[in-house]
């Protein structure tokens, strides 16, 4: 789409009570973005949750205004953008209800990358914490794996630096506009990040970092994400917020526990106990729960040790290698193997290096067949 017909969808985000949610119901409503500019308020009154009174004439030019001279800015300033009914607009995002309408963005990075993983945490980063990030990102390097996180103070910052240091792409979303860096001690930093990723918000130029708007930016670090990992944090802050967010999304969440002693452990420790995370003791787990480990068999191998299996266990491994994930009932369900037969199939599978356990009794390949189909 050339940037002019970005107008009215971005007019109609200008509107004050218009958030994505209805901005996105409007269009879907009427067709397209230009058709709220155009149509009568008495049909626009019919459309449920909406106000007409928001659609005077007056507010609809203002709108217009705004919208063309933010464009001009995004053009001048060569920015990227991501309208949410784009091809390049993040696949991810797209499955949340509260997506933003627009992203804006620069520098060098897949919108849409194969794997994607939010890292988060306290401002106030202790040397336990700037070791778990540490090892977790050497671990990730090579995974095809694109790093999220907030360009903030602390496990962010710490972050994105080391992702910088081992050439892993690294998107930073913000809560401001693309004209400034906040905090600014980080804006050499931010430049890098050009380099092998860059930096996505949802603010037009111009918009201040404001305290308000760095909860909705945890909303987009969690909705960007596969899985978001928590390395350090108190029982209040924006991680634990991005934790709700991503519990919302059905996204997996993972915690590193810590002392009981410790203030930036509690948050950790507590969405744990809470089943909101879960626990995460190293690296490896990640990859290992997420199928993202590295290949060790060819696929003449894979069909070798798959012929070994009884007609029960071939049919457990073709669900798995369709599926990626599955729950014990899902498996009884589809494959009609009664439950007491299939726990002890299961466990044999396991102890056999066929399958892996993962939590709440779910299921998946294990690195012997390392199938990801």
Sequence with gaps: MKTADYRFPL?????????????????????????????????????????????SKKNLQNALAKAEITLEQITKENHRIFYYLDDNYPRRLKQTEDGPVFLFGKGNFDSNPPRTVAVVGTRNATSYGKQICSNLITTLQNKQITVISGLAHGIDGITHQLCVKENIPTIGVLGHGLDR??????????????????????????????????????????????????????TKGGSLITCEFANDYNKDVFAFPGSVYSQYSRGCNRIIAESKAHLLTSPEQLLTYMGWTPEKNETGEQLALSEALDHN??????????????????????????RAQLSSLLLKMELSGFLQALPGKRYQLGEKLLVRC
Excluded: C, W
């Design 181 to 234: 860096i906040y905090p600014a001690a980080h804006k050499r930093l931010a430049e890098k990040m050009l380099e092998n990723g860059g930096l996505l918000t949802e603010y037009i130029p111009g918009t201040i970092p404001d305290s308000v708007n760095f909860p909705m930016r945890n909303r987009i670090v969690a909705g960007l994400a596969d899985a978001v990992i928590i390395v350090e944090s108190d």
């Design 11 to 55: 007019a109609l985000t200008f509107i004050d009570g218009i958030g994505s949610i209805k901005a996105k119901n409007l269009i879907a409503y009427l067709g397209s973005a230009q058709a709220v500019f155009e149509e009568r308020k008495a049909v626009l009154s019919k459309i449920p949750g909406i106000r007409n009174t928001r659609f």
């Design 313 to 338: 266990e071939q049919l457990i491994f073709e669900l798995l290698r369709e599926k990626e994930k599955l729950s014990l009932d899902a498996i009884s369900v589809i494959s009609q193997i009664p």
